[in-house]
Each structure stands twice: as C-alpha cells, then as structure tokens.
T-cell receptor
Framework: GQQLNQSPQSMFIQEGEDVSMNCTSS?????WLWYKQDPGEGPVLLIA?????ELTSNGRLTAQFGITRKDSFLNISASIPSDVGIYFC????????????FGAGTILRVKS | ETGVTQTPRHLVMGMTNKKSLKCEQH?????MYWYKQSAKKPLELMFV???????ENNSVPSRFSPECPNSSHLFLHLHTLQPEDSALYLC????????????FGQGTRLTVV
C-alpha cells in the first residue's frame, strides 16, 4: 500500500540536544507535512513542504523535502521540555489522488 | 483555539447505544474529514467531504454514518459499535479537498464498552 516509514519510533533525549527524525517511502510525494500531537489533543501543523529539495524552518524546527520526492526529515535543535509529544509526517501521494498518508509517529521524550 | 472544534471531547458508550460526534470549523474551508487514530497506528482517513458532498469513503463500516449539512459542520453518527472501535476520532478541514494543509480538531476520545 501507500506506506510511510517513520523513524525512529521513539526517542528519549536530554534537554538541549538536537533531534532528527525522518520518513521514507517507495512512492513519490507531491507534498510533505510535519505535525506535532500533544497528549489529548489533535495534531498541529508545524511545517509544510511543496517542492523537492525545499528546506524550511519554523523557529528551532527545520524540515526538508527530499530530492527524490520519496523522503523528508525533521530536525529540532536545542530541545526543551515542551517539545515532548508525538511527531507525524504526512505526505500527499501523486498516485493516490493527493490523499494525505500519515507515518506512525515518533514519540519524543525530553529529560530535564 | 484551533479553528476546528470537536464535541464531545470524551465519550463512553455501550455497544447498543446511538451517539453522534460533532465538528465545526471556523476557517472558511471547503473540505472536511474524519480520521480514526488508534494506538500505535497511523491516522486512518475515514470520510472526505468537499462542498458538503461526500467524495471519499475509505471502506468504513456502516455503523459509522457521516453527515455534512454545510461546509462548516460535520457529524459522525455512531450505532452498534464494537469495542475495537474505541479510538481517538479526529476531524480536520482544509481549503480544498485532499489539498495542502489539513487543520485538526482536538478529537473525541471514544470508548466502547
């Protein structure tokens, strides 16, 4: 199927460390989106990417749309306790009518 | 305030009950969606509405019945659910159907007993 492989599944890091997570697929995507979900809340859009090779920042967050259109990564610099949550990648598949397909999420925990 | 409001936030229902979930968006979007989020699984798209018309039904069992009276409101009517239907049900909206950024509500945590 139209599967996104998101890794890592979870991370437990020290406050101040940088974080990196990524999503890969065998399919080509038109759009990559990164969301964060806090406990008991819905996902909140962090960054949207629309062009292959695009690199976009939002504060301490940086995300890139892979050149091959099959992957994307999200970096968080100098993590803080409020970065805790689940991060999801989502992509719109050209061959799937532009439906949003979601990764399984990366659970981020931060030690103070 | 996310612009997409869901009620109730929590719902516990028996397998013979009938209940409805409500979603309202204040963003002027034309498309609305229902997603199901189960533990340790990717979000599953259930239904898509574009300008009040259902354009997508992702093989969802008939015990889930959506209704979209206008572009700002979306309902999910529930009846004779199963315990495995327990999940977080998320509503989302976007400017166009299946295009660009989707904005999510806070979800309804449903428990079927």
């Amino acid at each position: 199927g139209q599967q996104l492989n998101q890794s890592p599944q979870s991370m437990f890091i020290q406050e101040g460390e940088d974080v990196s997570m990524n999503c890969t697929s065998s399919s080509i995507f038109n759009t990559w989106l990164w969301y964060k979900q806090d406990p008991g809340e819905g996902p909140v859009l962090l960054i949207a990417l629309y062009k292959a090779g695009e690199l976009t920042s939002n504060g301490r967050l940086t995300a890139q749309f892979g050149i091959t259109r099959k992957d994307s990564f999200l970096n968080i610099s100098a993590s803080i306790p409020s970065d805790v949550g689940i991060y999801f990648c989502a992509g719109q598949l050209r061959e799937y009518g532009n439906k949003l397909v979601f990764g399984a999420g990366t659970i981020l925990r931060v030690k103070s | 305030e996310t612009g997409v409001t869901q009620t109730p936030r929590h719902l516990v229902m028996g397998m013979t009950n009938k209940k409805s979930l409500k979603c309202e968006q204040h963003l002027g979007h034309n498309a609305m969606y229902w997603y199901k989020q189960s533990a340790k699984k990717p979000l599953e798209l259930m239904f898509v509405y574009n300008f009040k018309e259902q354009t997508e039904n992702n093989s969802v069992p008939s015990r889930f019945s959506p209704e979209c009276p206008n572009s700002s409101h979306l309902f999910l009517h529930l009846h004779t659910l199963q315990p495995e239907d327990s999940a977080l049900y998320l509503c989302a909206s976007s400017q166009g159907a299946l295009q660009g950024e989707a904005f999510f509500g806070q979800g309804t945590r449903l428990t079927v007993v």
